[in-house]
């Protein structure tokens, strides 16, 4: 069975990477083109960002987790490429059904 929480997680986690990566793409173009797009990939990454935050204390709060596993899962939200590894660390455990230490 799943769960709820960390698949809602894992369904976020790899929309908010990709998100962060093209704002650090815009960021780029913004400095070395006329190209802004920085405002909408800002936002939407803002949102994305919020959401996988929400979801991921949501899933700390129904899962067993460690705080180390917590922090580990906010953490890789801030790296470039952290959501990617998010996402696979969470199917990892949604697949496994227990929590996977960090």
Same mark, same amino acid.
């Given at each position: 069975?799943?769960?709820? !929480? %960390?698949?809602?997680?894992?369904? =976020?986690?790899?929309?908010?990477?990709?998100?962060? $990566?093209?704002?650090?793409?815009? @960021?780029?173009?913004?400095?070395?083109?006329?190209?802004? !797009? %920085?405002?909408?990939?800002?936002? =939407?990454?803002?949102?994305?960002?919020?959401?996988? $935050?929400?979801?991921?204390?949501? @899933?700390?709060?129904?899962?067993?987790?460690?705080?180390?596993?917590?922090?580990?899962?906010?953490?890789?939200?801030?790296?470039?490429?952290?959501?990617?590894?998010?996402?696979?660390?969470?199917?990892?455990?949604?697949?496994?059904?227990?929590?996977?230490?960090?």
């Amino acid at each position: 069975m799943k769960n709820s !929480a %960390v698949h809602r997680l894992r369904l =976020v986690s790899m929309p908010e990477g990709v998100s962060f $990566v093209l704002l650090l793409v815009c @960021s780029v173009l913004k400095r070395t083109t006329s190209f802004d !797009a %920085v405002p909408v990939m800002g936002m =939407v990454h803002g949102i994305l960002f919020i959401l996988y $935050v929400i979801f991921a204390l949501d @899933s700390w709060r129904k899962q067993p987790w460690t705080v180390k596993h917590a922090s580990w899962v906010l953490l890789l939200s801030v790296i470039p490429f952290g959501g990617f590894y998010a996402e696979r660390l969470l199917a990892r455990e949604e697949q496994e059904g227990i929590a996977v230490p960090a």
